[in-house]
């Protein structure tokens, strides 16, 4: 439940964050950038609750001088982004885009279609974080 001062705002992706956050004492940001010009707009900021892993969209140093922390949810979309890894992988090596092309043209069957298997592969990861660990947990099976 919100305290009595908050209220939820959406943020309308069409207009400029700016003019949006004026009354804002704690921004969310799920989409978009946070510049230095929706910081600097935001008279009461207080908090920027970023529900992500980094800080990419935000402009910290802006944030910084204000003296609004800026706070991140590590691990938040490990498993998504190593799911997402592994069936861009699966994607290209079962050549994918080229079976839809196939079946949207209506000449299913072709061997060139099929592509390859991923087993008996070897997987090589860059980087060994949390999200490299849980690509290799989830190739393993």
Same mark, same amino acid.
């Given at each position: 439940? &919100?305290? /009595? ?6 943020i309308?992706? /069409?207009?400029? &964050? ?28 207080r ?31 490990? /498993? ?11 994607? &290209? ?13 209506? /000449? ?9 298997? &991923? ?23």
């Amino acid at each position: 439940m &919100l305290p /009595s001062w908050a209220k939820l705002c959406r943020i309308d992706p /069409s207009r400029p &964050l700016a003019e949006q956050v004026t009354n804002a004492r704690v921004l969310i940001p799920t989409t978009g950038h946070v510049g230095a010009d929706a910081i600097n707009t935001a008279k009461d900021l207080r908090l920027i609750a970023q529900p992500a892993a980094g800080y990419a969209n935000i402009d910290t140093e802006a944030a910084k001088a204000r003296g609004v922390p800026v706070t991140i949810a590590p691990g938040y979309n490990d /498993s998504a982004t190593a799911e997402v890894a592994l069936m861009l992988m699966l994607m &290209l090596m079962r050549r994918v885009d080229a079976g839809r092309v196939a079946f949207q043209s209506q /000449s299913i069957g072709n061997d060139h279609v099929i592509g390859h298997e &991923l087993h008996g592969k070897t997987l090589g990861i860059i980087g060994f974080g949390r999200v490299g660990k849980r690509l290799a947990r989830a190739a393993q099976g």
